[in-house]
């Protein structure tokens, strides 16, 4: 019995140290992840949206317009024309996108901000700007925008205008 009690002791022994192993090795994980996120950049201090608190004594309104660029065929339109909204309040609006033609159409929509400043205070969650929107012949879509203005938006705009101009990006096979 002493041969086996000798064996379980240094399984045993062996199973500690691996434990403690294991234990330091995921307490030394902490700062390797911290310094990993600051040489690629994520950090928690680059969050887009600052404070997400409704300021329910602040009123903006966010005006909302659309536009094509040159000879781009769709019908294209907020569904929504402004809103009054609380900063801090997310909200999401919707856009109307419709393709006139006989041909699959690529486009790209580019967003803009009155005044130029507020961009810094608006900030989208989910937008269809953010990708290439592909229609096929007479395709009609409604696309969100999910936004919120920052609390920190000086106190001298009360009014922002978001603007999209969508532009055709590549000439896509007629179907």
């Known amino acids: ?10 399984i045993l022994k062996k199973l500690l140290l691996v434990s403690v192993l294991m234990f330091g090795f995921g ?24 404070n997400t608190q409704m300021d329910p004594a602040r009123w903006v309104t966010v005006e909302f317009d659309a536009n094509l660029g040159a ?4 019908i294209f339109e907020p569904q ?18 419709v393709n006139l033609t006989d041909r699959t159409i690529v486009g790209q929509a580019i967003p803009s901000y009155g005044p130029a400043l507020a961009g810094a205070y608006f900030k989208k969650i989910a937008c269809f700007c953010f ?17 919120v203005v920052q609390n920190d938006l000086p106190k001298d705009v ?3 205008t978001l603007s999209y101009t969508f532009y055709e990006q590549a000439k896509a096979g007629a179907t």
């Open 1 to 10: 019995m002493t041969g086996q009690t000798a064996q379980n002791r240094t």
């Open 80 to 97: 929504t024309t402004s809103l009054r909204i609380h900063p801090g309040e997310i909200k999401q609006v919707l856009y109307r996108v």
């Open 131 to 147: 990708t290439q929107q592909t229609l096929k012949p007479h395709e009609e879509r409604l696309m969100p925008v999910q936004f």
């Open 71 to 74: 000879k781009l065929p769709w």
């Open 27 to 50: 307490y030394a994980l902490i700062p390797f992840y911290k310094k990993l996120c600051d040489v690629t950049g994520i950090s928690k201090d680059k969050i887009t949206v600052s």
């Open 158 to 160: 009360h009014t922002i």
